[in-house]
């Protein structure tokens, strides 16, 4: 089972104020720390803003550049699984599923992608959608893992949206979801969304929350 990768790095942090992509944490940047995480996934194809130059090493990265990262996640999402169906015609594979993610999660462990795709292939359907449900709230967050089903639609989501239009739409009925790390209140989905939040998670520094009366 092939499963590819889109993460999503051109996005113009309007609520940040500044470009999340160069944001620093333990000594690398959010973007250097998500390509390190998500290099475990094969093929990888990255979108970042068109004058940012990506410099990882990994082969299995692709770098798409998008000229419009003003247009919104939508269009960054489709740049993303349009060069995953090229790769499938260049290499003469077919993708299972597309796992979408994103760069504002620093502490996203490795694991977390491992149990994702793992629980994704044990349902042997092309129209599951898998998203992980963090800590004891069980909190719903990135990445999620869709379905080869879903390419197409995954293509034609509107400019201004995400994938939470399919999620809540056409493929809610598909959608499963995975519960991890179920004891840590300071979990791998916590994301950046704002100067704050970017504040709390340097000043916690990582895993220091949990919650052990959960089961």
């Known amino acids: 089972m092939v499963l590819g990768c889109v993460v999503l790095a051109a996005g113009l942090s309007r609520r940040m104020g500044r470009p999340k992509q160069w944001l620093p944490y333990e000594g690398q940047t959010l973007l250097e720390r998500a390509l390190a995480t ?5 093929p990888l194809a990255v979108v970042v803003p068109n004058k940012m ?38 290499e003469g594979k077919k993708l299972s599923g597309i796992l979408c993610g994103v760069i504002d999660q620093p502490l996203l462990d ?57 999620l809540r739409g056409e493929g809610a009925p598909y959608v499963r979801h995975i519960w991890v790390e ?18 709390r998670i340097v000043r916690k520094g990582g895993y220091d929350e949990t919650n052990r009366s959960h089961p």
């Open 110 to 166: 490795v694991q977390v992608i491992h149990a994702v795709c793992r629980a994704f292939e044990s349902f042997q359907s092309d129209r599951i959608i898998l998203q992980p449900q963090y800590g004891p709230q069980q909190e719903r967050g990135n990445p999620v893992l869709f379905g080869r089903y879903w390419a197409d639609a995954l293509c034609q989501i509107p400019e201004d949206q995400g994938g939470r239009i399919i």
């Open 38 to 42: 998500y290099a475990v996934m094969d």
């Open 53 to 90: 130059e990506l410099t990882a090493s990994q082969e299995t990265v692709i770098p798409v550049y998008n000229v419009h990262p003003e247009w919104g996640q939508g269009h960054s999402i489709r740049l993303g699984v349009e060069t995953l169906l090229q790769w499938e015609q260049r």
């Open 182 to 199: 179920p004891d840590r209140i300071w979990h791998s989905g916590v994301d950046i969304d704002t100067e704050e939040d970017y504040e």
